[in-house]
């Protein structure tokens, strides 16, 4: 499956009102799922199969070589994770904006434009917070709750991951 069509099934699932949507093909899994009209999970694993099959293709070397970066990949998300729940153990009191998706944060819609949202601003619930840009395409970050902002946690350029804490709303 082609990049683009996966950001065609991003936006397909995005607007319409299915709620979860997965695909499988050649070993490769997509799997779609938001709430409240926004998507909140994007899977695309990389066929591991796909890899398993080259290296014993290859001089027995690449599996030894192949066997390491498995647990070392493995190994990563499970600091993230640790780091995640460090994290949210440091965040201030309020409600919790996070990112629905890996990509770069970015404050404003432009780079000479004012930042959608300022720390003391009042925001509604929908209200369009920031930008992450995955894939070279901008997917607008809306408040889930109604407040004041209190935080703002990333900076303007900031690589994000996927549930990492944005904003603070009070």
């Keep these: 499956m082609k990049v683009e069509q996966v950001l065609q099934l991003i936006q397909a699932v995005s607007d319409s009102e299915l709620t979860e949507f997965k695909y499988e093909e050649d070993g490769v899994k997509l799997s779609l799922k938001k709430t409240e009209g926004k998507i909140v999970q994007v899977q695309t694993p990389v ?36 780091s995640a729940a460090e994290t949210a153990d440091a965040l201030p009191a309020g409600n919790i904006v996070k990112s629905p998706l890996v990509g770069t944060f970015y404050a404003a819609p432009a780079e000479d434009a004012e930042p959608f949202v300022k720390v003391g601003d009042r925001v509604k619930e929908g209200q369009v917070l920031a930008i992450v840009e995955a894939m070279k395409l901008m997917n607008e970050i809306e408040s889930d709750f109604t407040g004041t902002v209190a935080e703002i946690l990333v900076e303007n350029g900031q690589a994000v991951e996927y549930g990492q804490p944005l904003f603070v709303i009070k």
């Design 47 to 82: 066929a591991a199969p796909a890899v398993v099959q080259a290296a014993p293709a290859v001089i027995p070397a690449a599996p030894v070589a192949a066997a390491p970066a498995a647990p070392a990949t493995e190994a990563a998300p499970a600091a993230g994770e640790a």
